[in-house]
Structures are given as C-alpha cells and as structure tokens.
C-alpha cells in the first residue's frame, strides 16, 4: 500500500513538473494532445489523474483524446477546426446592424456622398439605447460595427461662453423627424 502511494505520487508529481515546464510554449490544442497522451499513457484512472496533476478539466481531457484517436489533418498554422468559435454579433442579431444605423441616423455629420462619416455620440450612449431596443450588445461590438460601417466617433469642442439649452439635442430630433414626416409625405404625393 504504502509502494504503491509513493509511485502514485512520483507519477502525479513528474505529470506536473513536465507540464508545468510546457505550459508557455504550448498553444491550446497541443496542451490538450499533452494531456491526453498522459492520461492514455497511465491506463486506468488516468483522466482523473492528469486531471488533478494539471488542472485541465477531464472534460478537456476527453476531448484530446478523441483528437488523438483521430489525428484530424488541420491547416498549417491553425489551432482550432474552421468554424470553431464566438459567433459575430450581427450574425446572432441580424437586426442589431440596422437598429444602429437608425439611431445614428439623425446624428451623422459629413457629406452623404463623401465615404468619410462621422457622429458625435459616444459608444456607451449607443450601446445603452441598443440595450433598451432588445439587444445584447457591448461598447466594443458597437465601436466595431461603426468602424465596420465606416465611421468616425468625433465630438465638438466645447467653448466656455455660456450654457447651451438644455433641450438643444431634442429640438434637433424634433426637426430633424418633422423633415422625415414631410419628405416622406412629399415622395407620396
């Protein structure tokens, strides 16, 4: 019993040392290949074995081994399986895109003809009222998807001469839907 306790953890011990050794170097896929081959190596209980000596989960653990048996051919330089992966945001939420385009609407600055665009809305108000419409986005899926619609985010330069009123942005919303509703009228007619 007490042979047996001492190898067991002469086991564990060189598992550990030998993967604490390539843990920097390896990329996912190999640490996973690692750990299966130490595991298959062991024989019986030599998932929960690795599993303890490593950290790695036996569910990673599992999946190595599968990846051992095998042996997919994967393209050069590549770590995952094509596909593999987080979903794009505008795939999830096909309407997310349109829905910012909306509110970005009555703020874009810039010549319509001209590819420059900007607005002058910040990222996190974006992302608030993208929010409030039913989707889950965050600041940085919104900054991507205005770089990918090619924006720019500028802001004015505030001057201290005095306060602005403190509806100014809603008077501009009010005209800017009161020409929305006549042109749209108009184009009927």
């Known amino acids: 019993m007490f042979w047996s306790t001492l190898v067991s953890m002469e086991i564990l011990t060189g598992i ?3 993967f604490k ?4 170097v390896l990329d996912e896929r190999s640490r996973r290949l690692l750990v299966a081959a130490e595991s298959e190596a062991m024989g019986r209980r030599g998932i929960s074995t690795v599993a303890k000596a490593t950290g790695v ?3 990673v653990i599992r999946q190595g081994i599968a990846e051992l048996k095998q042996s997919p051919v994967l393209p050069e330089r590549r770590i995952r399986r094509s596909g593999g992966g987080r979903k794009s945001a505008v795939k999830l ?3 997310l895109k349109t829905d910012l385009e909306e509110l970005l609407e009555s703020t874009t600055r810039g010549d319509p003809e001209s590819p420059l665009r900007w607005t002058c809305r910040s990222v996190r108000n974006l992302e608030a009222e993208l929010k409030n419409r039913g989707h889950a986005v965050s600041h940085q899926v919104v900054a991507d998807l205005l770089h990918e619609l090619e924006y720019s985010l500028q802001a004015n ?4 001469e005095g306060t602005s009123h403190p509806d100014r942005n809603a008077q501009f919303e009010y005209v800017n839907n009161k020409v929305k509703q006549y042109l749209g009228g108009k184009c009927r007619q």
């Open 57 to 59: 989960s036996r569910q």
């Open 157 to 160: 330069r505030k001057t201290n």
């Open 16 to 18: 550990e040392e030998r």
């Open 93 to 95: 939420d096909p309407s």
């Open 21 to 24: 050794r390539l843990r920097g």
